[in-house]
């Protein structure tokens, strides 16, 4: 059960996009660290490729991306995984050529304070749909797939699952449009009681800040492949 709750809440505001952050020679260079990096998983069954972005491969970019970010949110620490040697990671760098589901970012370690996360898009297209429902326990893929929802043995960093929003927020159908236009890998039924906050629709230069506690998911709209870097941090 999370302990900072109160913390928490007083820390939340509305989703942010900060538009032409960076410049395209730097996002050129974060395509080249995504290149250089070592793969951490490649799901097959999901189509995904992940990379930790681990410190040391590119210090200009390190330090370019955090004080751009404490500009934007003040003061943080990252709450990233941690590399072999116990080191923080910067964040993940996912190649994705199918849309992620409706999960929460909210970290592993029931006593730490989260915060914000961001999302830097490295390709043109695609969209990360907000919910304003928020939650408040571990990092959670809300589903209804009884297989899924079998997997109780997780490995390190992997979210737990649940079709607890269910019982949440109610039992308001989703929106049938919004639906039919972003979110068509979704079953209908799993989006009762969600409310869309924003539909961040991706530009290359820009960054989407949120805070940890809302729900969200990629959109169905992809051509071909998408390639983001996500980062989480707590207080």
Not at 5 to 14: F, H, M, P, T, Y
Not at 66 to 92: A, H, P, S, T, W
Not at 172 to 178: A, H, L, R, S
């Amino acid at each position: 059960m999370r302990e900072k709750i109160e913390q928490i809440k007083k820390l939340e505001s509305a989703p942010k996009i900060i538009k032409n952050l960076y410049s395209e020679d730097e996002i050129e260079e974060f395509l080249k660290l995504y290149k250089d990096l070592p793969t951490t998983v490649h799901n097959k069954k999901q189509n995904v490729i992940k990379k930790r972005w681990l410190q040391g491969y590119n210090k200009k970019l390190e330090k370019l991306f955090c004080e751009r970010l404490e500009k934007e949110i003040g003061g943080f620490k990252m709450d990233n995984l941690q590399d072999e040697n116990g080191k923080d990671i910067f964040g993940l760098i996912q190649e994705s050529h199918a849309p992620i589901g409706l999960h929460v970012d909210a970290g592993f370690e029931p006593k730490s304070q989260i915060y914000k996360q961001s999302l830097i898009p490295l390709s043109p297209v695609g969209s990360t749909v907000i919910f304003k429902n928020r939650f408040y326990e571990q990092s959670t893929s809300f589903t209804q797939d009884p297989e899924e929802l079998k997997k109780k043995n997780l490995n390190y960093g992997q979210n737990k699952r649940s079709s607890e929003h269910l019982k949440l927020y109610g039992d308001t159908p989703f929106d049938k449009e919004i639906h039919e236009k972003y979110l068509k890998h979704e079953n209908i039924d799993n989006l009762k009681g969600l409310e869309v906050e924003l539909i961040y629709k991706w530009e290359v230069g820009s960054m989407l800040i949120f805070d940890r506690t809302h729900l969200h998911c990629s959109s169905s709209v992809i051509e071909g492949k998408k390639i983001g870097i996500a980062t989480f941090t707590k207080k």
